[in-house]
């Protein structure tokens, strides 16, 4: 046997013999308890073992989860484990829901204080708003505590139905104020944005593939329909994946009845496949998928569909490439594990599964390989591999072998995605500052309409200046924006405009200077005309 999968198997064995578990009588110690041979007896015994009889206390729980790490990281790259202390919020994630009360907030100065209440949420009913701060929940005080985002979520949160007294600060109000508020199931939106583009496209911007997410979409399709629209921008870029299934529903939408949207094969060879029904309400429109480097799993599912049944167009860079389907699997202890139990292909029968062979570092830096290989710039620099060359039904050439390759190609943005702009967005610099400058006068923006405020509000070099004092005092070094003050001031925008007024606002900020939008809007331009 070749030597090489020694520890695999090693591993698996290991695995087993935890997942599997045993009593063992520590008063016998007689070769009876060996006759099996069993590697998982062994293995049960050792870590028994080491609970009970090792010279020091030892956490076999650590062991278990390191063993558990061990194995699935000789898997493949997307074969994971999920402790028990991570599952549930892994789970609400993906279910779209969690039970709360309904509000997003910012440990302002020791306090929580209201960023926005969630629309139509018990918050909101209750009558808190943006900018009250949150001094104690049922008599315990949280101000001035030192406690984590995570300690006060969980203050906050109990079970559905109950309730949750508040008592609340509120400027300009001489007491503080109380409020009762009844926990319930709070979305968590898959569905960042759906609005018009122009008066014929419309644009709704998918964040992750969830339980919820089929229901969040038809629902804004539904309205941008009404609206006028008969052409879509799907824009799924920066979008992970999720679940295949709520992938097929949503291709559903845009192909005609008995389409094959894609089929999964297992070790064993055992081929499914998925066909699309009548039920589409989008066939006869005209689609746009924008995909980049971080559109993954079911976002390449729904593109791959699309592109091999000459459906729409696919705008932007080419895809992450991940090609493998996973079914979550509980362990018994409130743990669980994502394994990998097939491979999907689009419906010319391609894999766009990446490479994998180099290990996960390699695999999961390929960001950084694209980049240096000038891929993200220059269409001409992604390369193919004749050998996994496809044909759509119309005569489109397309490729397998590491992700969707666009139809339209649109460069990255050395401006809105430079290095620095992303570093200030991924730390929460960009977002606190914008809460500092509501907290400082929300009176200014009182009397501001959504749509006055997405087609009017300039932020200012003054605010500008401010944000670099508030970078120099945080980060204790010298800031000065030359080359991105125009990026910052974008980004500045979109973060007031999500404070303000929520759902979508962000994104509509953004695409108003989104290369890739722009594209599909040049792209669009005469459709649905008589």
């Known amino acids: 046997m070749n030597k090489k999968y020694w520890p695999l198997i090693m591993g698996a064995a290991i695995a087993v013999g935890i997942f599997i578990g045993g009593n063992l009588d520590f008063n016998d110690t007689s070769d009876r308890l060996f006759t099996s041979n069993s590697k998982k007896d062994k293995l049960n015994r050792l870590i028994d073992y080491i609970d009970h009889e090792y010279v020091e206390d030892v956490n076999t729980d650590s062991i278990v989860d390191v063993t558990v ?3 699935l990281h000789n898997l493949d790259p997307h074969s994971v484990y999920i402790p028990k202390d991570e599952l549930q919020g892994v789970t609400e994630n993906m279910k779209g829901d969690f039970v709360g009360i309904g509000i997003s907030f910012y440990t302002y100065k020791d306090t929580i204080t209201v960023i926005r209440t969630i629309e139509k949420g018990p918050s909101e009913r209750a009558g808190l708003k943006g900018g009250d701060r949150i001094i104690s929940a049922d008599g315990d005080s949280l101000f001035g505590r030192d406690l984590s985002n995570g300690d006060l979520i969980k203050r906050l949160k109990g079970p559905r139905d109950s309730k949750v007294i508040l008592e609340v600060i509120r400027r300009g109000e001489a007491k503080a ?21 122009t008066k014929t496209l419309g644009y709704i911007k998918i964040n992750r593939f969830a339980e919820s997410t089929y229901k969040e979409f038809k629902r804004e399709l539904t309205k941008l329909e009404k609206k006028g629209a008969c052409s879509l921008a799907l824009d799924l870029r920066n979008n992970p994946g999720g679940f295949l299934g709520i992938a097929e529903q ?53 593109a791959g569909a699309l592109q091999d049944n000459d459906k729409g167009t696919i705008v932007g860079r080419r895809s992450y490439g991940k090609g493998l389907v996973q079914r979550e699997m509980q362990l018994g202890d409130g743990s669980a594990v994502r394994l990998t139990v097939s491979r999907y292909y689009t419906p010319t029968g391609r894999s766009i599964q990446r490479a994998y062979e180099k290990g996960s570092n390699d695999y999961f830096d390929d960001f950084y390989a694209r980049l240096d290989s000038g891929e993200l710039l220059d269409q001409e620099k992604i390369e193919v591999d004749d050998s996994l060359k496809f044909t759509t039904p119309k005569g489109k050439v397309v490729y397998g072998g590491g992700g969707i390759i666009p139809d339209v190609f649109v460069p990255l943005d050395e401006g809105m ?5 992303s570093f200030l967005r991924r730390r929460g610099y960009i977002s606190n500052f914008a809460f500092e400058m509501l907290e400082n006068d929300r009176s200014v923006f009182n009397d501001l309409s959504r749509e006055a405020f997405i087609s009017n509000y300039q932020v200012s070099n003054e605010a500008i200046e401010a944000f670099q004092d508030y970078l120099n005092i945080k980060r204790k070094t010298t800031v000065v924006f030359v080359a991105y003050k125009e990026e910052i001031k974008q980004y500045l925008k979109a973060a007031l405009a999500n404070q303000l007024y929520g759902f979508g606002a962000y994104e509509e900020v953004l695409n108003q200077k989104d290369a890739m939008v722009k594209e599909v809007i040049n792209l669009s331009n005469g459709e649905c005309e008589d």
């Not at 009762?180 to 709070?186: K, S």
């Not at 192909?255 to 081929?271: A, Q, W």
């Open 177 to 197: 104020l109380i409020f009762e508020v009844q926990r319930e199931d709070i979305p968590i939106r898959s569905v960042d944005a759906g609005y018009m583009l």
């Open 417 to 421: 995605q430079n290095e620095t702009v």
């Open 69 to 71: 790490n061990g194995i």
């Open 250 to 302: 949503i291709v559903d939408e845009f192909l005609e009845k008995d389409k094959l949207i894609l089929f999964t094969k297992n070790k064993r060879g055992v081929i499914e496949k998925s066909f699309a029904t009548k039920r589409g309400s989008f066939e006869d429109g005209h689609v746009y998928v924008l995909i980049d480097e971080n559109s993954a799993s079911a976002s390449e599912i729904v």
